[in-house]
């Protein structure tokens, strides 16, 4: 068994390298937004003959708009968010969409501004620093407040890496986007805390064996719970990425990344972040009863 702790500088820099690239995206790419931020035309189609989702897209495609949201209302009836469109583009597009798919029936056609977006981004982010503030304090109660600030970093390294990966692969951000990463700090927190308990029962039953061999010793026995817990999910989110269709492929994608990066801040960065933290606390006590 390879020595986290002894490496752990590799793992920073490696985390390090990535967001470092994924900032580097957002600053020259930006985010891919989608209808959900950006606004966009709302419109109802209730076709003649039976179609589905896969059929709507294709057509929609003819016109540019095979990234739309689309969602069906039963009785061949179908919602159709896209990207804002003047008055000719959508009545082309629908009249297309009509004529391709043997006809159909407008019953509405809405433009829509991005005020749900704006207001879904103050939404989310508000419950990051709500959530954030109550982690802070249930790991500080818990263990301890050193333990807190690693989880948190370890929370904002997923976060940013995430939102990296999103610009620098162009995946379209929508309130899918906002799902997934509260379901990853969920994922990443739980796997932190079974960490976290181990080291504590390590610290209770051993507390003079060295704290850099303690904390080693802590993730490796907590190593296979964290890997088949990622493995388990994944093989279930490749299953949806392949064979659940395209509405789910942003959503799994940014999960399945989210879930990976996960993972490994939980081991390789939250432990050793708290080894570190830990460790420059007692030197300034040190300093401090030098200087006194």
């Not at 989310?124 to 109550?134: C, K, N, Q």
Request: contains cysteine; glycine residues 8%; proline residues 1%.
């Amino acid at each position: 068994m390879f020595h986290i702790i002894k490496t752990r500088k590799i793992y920073y820099v490696i985390s390090l390298a990535i967001i470092i690239l994924g900032v580097a995206s957002l600053m020259t790419r930006g985010l891919n937004l989608g209808i959900d931020f950006t606004g966009g035309n709302i419109m109802e189609l209730k076709f003649k003959n039976a179609v589905t989702l896969q059929d709507v897209r294709g057509a929609l495609a003819d016109y540019k708009l095979e990234d739309s949201q689309l969602q069906s209302g039963g009785d061949n009836t179908f919602f159709i968010r896209t990207k804002a469109l003047t008055q000719t583009e959508s009545a082309q597009a629908i009249q297309g969409v009509s004529e391709k798919l043997g006809g159909a029936t407008l019953l509405r056609n809405e433009l829509v501004g991005p005020v749900i977006g704006q207001e879904l981004t103050k939404q989310a982010i508000l419950a990051l620093i709500i959530s954030s503030v109550l982690i802070t304090l249930y790991i500080s109660w818990r263990f301890e407040f050193l333990q807190a600030i690693a989880a948190i970093g370890g929370l904002l390294h997923d976060v940013l890496i995430m939102t990296g990966m999103a610009s620098l692969l162009q995946i379209q951000i929508d309130n899918t986007f906002v799902a997934a990463v509260l379901t990853v700090i969920g994922y990443s927190l739980n796997d932190t805390i079974v960490i976290f308990d181990r080291v504590r029962e390590n610290l209770r039953m051993t507390r003079k064996e060295d704290l850099g061999e303690l904390v080693n010793r802590s993730l490796w026995q907590t190593m296979a719970r964290s890997i088949n817990t990622v493995l388990a999910v994944v093989f279930v989110l490749l299953a949806l990425l392949f064979f659940g269709g395209s509405t789910l492929t942003n959503f799994v994608t940014l999960l399945l990344i989210g879930i990976v990066c996960g993972a490994y801040s939980s081991i390789f960065i939250s432990g050793p972040g708290w080894y570190d933290l830990r460790r420059m606390q007692k030197d300034r006590k040190r300093t401090s009863k030098a200087t006194a």
